[in-house]
């Protein structure tokens, strides 16, 4: 009796796992999903030519200069840069006594650790010493800096789209003209977040950190504009992700050429040993 029921029972469960399967795939192809907020409202980063983009493409350490103004003046006081020293700014222009200046100026200390006595202190920053952690007192997490245009799909320009992006929620409307509250009325931004159409999900914890233009004087004489400043700290960003992308550039060129040169070389001499042959 067993052995009669048997294949019929596992008959049954196939057959049900294959209609289960072809319902639901019939049902993913004919349903028609909803249209999201997300989906109609959220933007791309805008094309941004940052001077390091192409393959022959540099850092320009005025522009490096002026974002780490930019970070220096607004975005150190809720984000850190701990993958960073301060003597690493010698890369983009800045002098010895310039850097140690830097590192004695800034307004958090490097802390100390004594573990004789377990105190803990701090001293005045070295230009050895890392960037100091930030402690942010606000709500959430401010994600560290250092390698933020790595972590982030769209790297120095959703950084840089991000940042001068911000926009009043009432009345705002897509490129095709659709006002966000009239199509979603329930999309409004709860009280804490801020509107922000380049963010995945349209609303964001951070408040807009450049909200006018001269909010930072730029030593150089370029004119500080919400754009401008939010492209000088996205290229300063790149850098402290990749600050040897110069040299891995040039490297890779003069690696390309020895082998244009190799493989040549390497026709040739099989052509001499194999002479008699052909």
């Known amino acids: 009796m067993v052995r009669l029921f048997g294949p019929l029972v596992g008959l049954f469960f196939a057959v049900a796992l294959f209609w289960s399967f072809g319902n639901g795939a019939y049902v993913a192809m004919t349903e028609e999903v909803p249209e999201t907020a997300e989906e109609m409202f959220h933007k791309h980063p805008e094309e941004v030519a940052f001077s390091f983009d192409s393959a022959m493409g540099t850092f320009d350490k005025r522009q490096l200069q002026r974002g780490f103004q930019v970070y220096k003046e607004v975005c150190a006081n809720c984000h850190s840069l701990k993958h960073v020293t301060f003597r690493d700014l010698a890369a983009i222009g800045y002098n010895e006594a310039e850097v140690k200046a830097i590192a004695k100026q800034w307004p958090s200390k490097a802390q100390t650790f004594d573990p004789k006595t377990g105190d803990r202190g701090e001293r005045t920053n070295l230009p050895s010493d890392p960037?100091?952690?930030?402690?942010?007192?606000?709500?959430?997490?401010?994600?560290?800096?250092?390698?933020?245009?790595?972590?982030?799909?769209?790297?120095?320009?959703?950084?840089?789209?991000?940042?001068?992006?911000?926009?009043?929620?009432?009345?705002?409307?897509?490129?095709?003209?659709?006002e966000l509250l009239k199509k979603f009325p329930d999309a409004k931004t709860p009280d804490g977040l801020y509107f922000n159409p380049y963010f995945a999900n349209l609303n964001l914890a951070m408040p807009a950190p450049l909200v006018s233009d001269g909010q930072v004087t730029y030593s150089d004489g370029t004119s500080a504009s919400v754009k401008q400043m939010s492209t000088d700290v996205s290229a300063f960003l790149a850098w402290t992700a990749e600050p040897k992308l110069d040299k891995r550039k040039q490297t890779g060129w003069a690696v390309l050429g020895f082998l244009l040169f190799a493989t040549v070389l390497a026709y040739f001499a099989k052509r001499n040993v194999w002479s008699n042959v052909h």
């Open 131 to 178: 960037f100091p952690a930030v402690y942010y007192a606000g709500q959430g997490v401010p994600p560290d800096l250092s390698l933020i245009t790595k972590a982030r799909h769209g790297g120095p320009q959703y950084v840089r789209s991000l940042l001068a992006g911000y926009a009043e929620q009432e009345g705002y409307k897509n490129e095709q003209g659709i």
